[in-house]
């Protein structure tokens, strides 16, 4: 079993810009989820799918950040209009069946 | 959401120690995972422990459902231990609540 990859690893963009992150999930894996790490903090949750639906939001999702999850397989991120604030990695996890999740090697977003 | 707290936030050790990492959490769970954060940031799954004791080389867990904590065992530490030490809990396939982590740094 290859693991959770994402796409890209690191990425700078300008204040206001547009920015979308990609995460394979690994293979069969029917739930993925979002995460955002700030520094020095735990990973918080953004959202969360069951195959294609998405069925859970955070509070922290607001209407900038959209997550789309086409025929259950990978599943895009897309911030619009980026601010400083949003500078994080953004992790992405999946699981099937029990409970445990494997997470990817994480996006590095900088907003300048 | 699920109050996670971990002790101690940072911990400083030479090779060869021991050491415990404590989880607290607020509710009941039914997953619990302790995570290793390498520097690039990846999360290295440990263990998947919602109970009862493991054990994986020199790192063993132990979760206490009933109290509610889980405690994190490093022995014969290795400078290659050093790093963040999460530990994550949920409720079914819910998303994962996470503590603040705690800072292992292990010197030769």
Redesign the interface.
Known sequence: DTGVSQDPRHKITKRGQNVTFRCDPISEHN?L?W?R?TL??????LT?F?NEAQL?K?RLLSDRFSAERPKGSFSTLEIQRTEQGDSA?Y?C?S?KG?????????T?LTVT | GIQ?EQSPPDLILQEGANSTLRCNFSDSV??L?W?HQNP????I?LF?I?SGTKQNGRLSATTVATERYSLLYISSSQTTDSGVY?C?V?Q??????????TRLTVIP
């Open positions: 739930r989820y995460y790490q020095g903090q735990g990973p918080e949750f969360y069951q859970e955070s990695m992790l996890a699981t029990s409970y445990e999740q494997y997470f990817g090697p994480g590095r | 996670v039914n997953n995972q995570f690039w940031g990846q999360l799954n998947y919602p999460f994550a949920s079914g396939a819910n998303n994962l609540f996470f503590g603040t982590g």
